[in-house]
Each structure stands twice: as C-alpha cells, then as structure tokens.
C-alpha cells in the first residue's frame, strides 16, 4: 500500500485553524457511504450536529463524482472543524478535468449531474484545487458549510 499524506489547504481563505480528521478509502461503490458515516461522526462529536445533513449530502455528491468519474484507486478526505464553519476535503489521484456545476436543467428530462448544484446550492464557498502545476496528480474538490447558515429556506 502506497503511503498517503493528507492534502494541503487548497485556498489560504479557508479556515486553517481547527480540529482534522482525515480518511483514506478505496475508491469503490461502498466509498460515498464510508466517507458520509465518517463525516458525519465527525460532525456529531465536534458539536456540529446542525451541518450533519447538508454535509452528508455533499460529501456523498463529491465522493460519488471521484468514484463514477475517475479511475483513481483511493480517496482522501479531510474534515476540519472550529465553532464557526466546517470545511471537507476529498482528493483523488486523477485530476483530468475539474469539476464545474451543470447548468440548469428542466426536471424529469435529464436527472444525472446535479450533484454540484445541491453543493452549490448548500455550501457557503466550494471549488476545486489541481496540485502539480504543469503535470497535475491530483485534484481537490472541497467545500464550507457554515454553523450559520445551516438552516437553508431557499431550498
């Protein structure tokens, strides 16, 4: 098994202070439920059980993205926790093309590549991060979710 580090804070924005937790995991069908189950942990322990749902829900969006749209063996996830926000981390070894919301679509026409737009729609900031320059190795797609806004009346 190759040695695996967690992945650096991909904008200087984001909270570096805080509690972290990290995960490694195969990138296979049963990953979105490990990484959701563990987030979720984590929430619940650090006092957060207000952000559990929509970080389950994102979490489960990205991770599901890493398994159906690359070939990476493993996922990395990093959850860092203070008393104000929440930020997930979840890193693969493929960064091909990095991921951007789909427009709007009519409902009941096409129902697949939604998944960014709820994370879009739940998070307070997301993005992603290609690590290697002019060689990627790898991509992160993160997001925050905020003890704040964690009631979401426009959705």
Known sequence: MTPVTAPPSPAPYLPQRGERYRLVAPNTPA???????????VLWATGHPRLVDDARLCVSE??????????????????????????????????????VPPPPRTPGVDEGGRGLLLVDALAVRWGT??????????????????????AHPSI
């Open 62 to 99: 990205v991770v599901s993205n890493a398994y159906c749209h690359t070939e990476s063996p493993q996922v990395r996830v990093e959850v860092t926790v203070n008393h104000r926000q929440v930020t997930v981390y979840v890193t693969d070894d493929e960064p091909g093309r990095l991921p």
């Open 31 to 41: 990953a979105p439920k490990i990484v959701r189950d563990f987030v979720a942990t």
């Open 129 to 150: 991060t290609a690590y290697g320059a002019r060689s990627p190795h790898s991509k992160t797609v993160w997001f925050t979710l905020s003890a704040a806004s964690a």
